[in-house]
């Protein structure tokens, strides 16, 4: 057998050993399923808003020397990854009651204009911030205050606290 055929068998078993003994909520909640799949995509969105908003951050604290060039870089991404339409990825039934993988309140989807609305502040801090971060620390600084406070305000009230 080939090694190729040798992972097609393993993958095989390995499969066949989770369909048997894994429980039906669990295979619901499969990499596969809709559910996954729309929160993990949400959550790889917010991440990257944060890896590139922590450089920002990094560079308001003085934790890293403020460079212009890779302020307005990261705050040029963070523009682009803010603009996503991400809407098909916050499905409904995805909340953290349904969704042990997930900490979207359910009242997300009871004020969706509300919440977009949060999604649109953030977009629009973020187009600032794009603006603001070749501009200097100060300039930086300040755009980096009003765009952090657009995260807070969502996760304030769409998100469920971690220790809940
Ligand atoms: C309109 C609402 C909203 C805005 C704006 C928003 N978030 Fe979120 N964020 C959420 C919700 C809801 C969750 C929980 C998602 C889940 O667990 O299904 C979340 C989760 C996260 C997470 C955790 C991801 C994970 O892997 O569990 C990070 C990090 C994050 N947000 C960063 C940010 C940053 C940085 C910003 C601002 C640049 C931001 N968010 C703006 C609603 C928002």
Known sequence: ????????????????????????????????????MSTAARKAHMKLLKWNISKL???AKGAIPYDAEKAA???????????LDMGDAWLEGSDSTAYEK????????????????KFMDMQAAADAMAEAAGQGP??????LGNL??????????????KDS
């Open 102 to 117: 997930s900490r979207a309140l359910p009242k997300i989807w009871e004020n969706m204009e509300d919440f977009g609305k």
């Open 148 to 161: 952090g406070g657009t995260c807070k305000a969502c996760h304030k009230e769409y998100r469920k606290p």
């Open 138 to 143: 100060d300039a930086m600084k300040a755009a």
């Open 1 to 36: 057998m080939s090694d190729r055929n040798n992972r097609k068998a393993a993958c095989a078993l390995a499969l066949g050993l989770t369909v048997a003994l894994a429980p039906a909520a669990v295979m619901a909640q499969g990499p596969n399923d809709p559910l996954h």
């Open 57 to 59: 951050g990094g560079m």
């Open 73 to 83: 870089a990261a705050a040029a991404n963070l523009k682009a990854v803010a603009h």
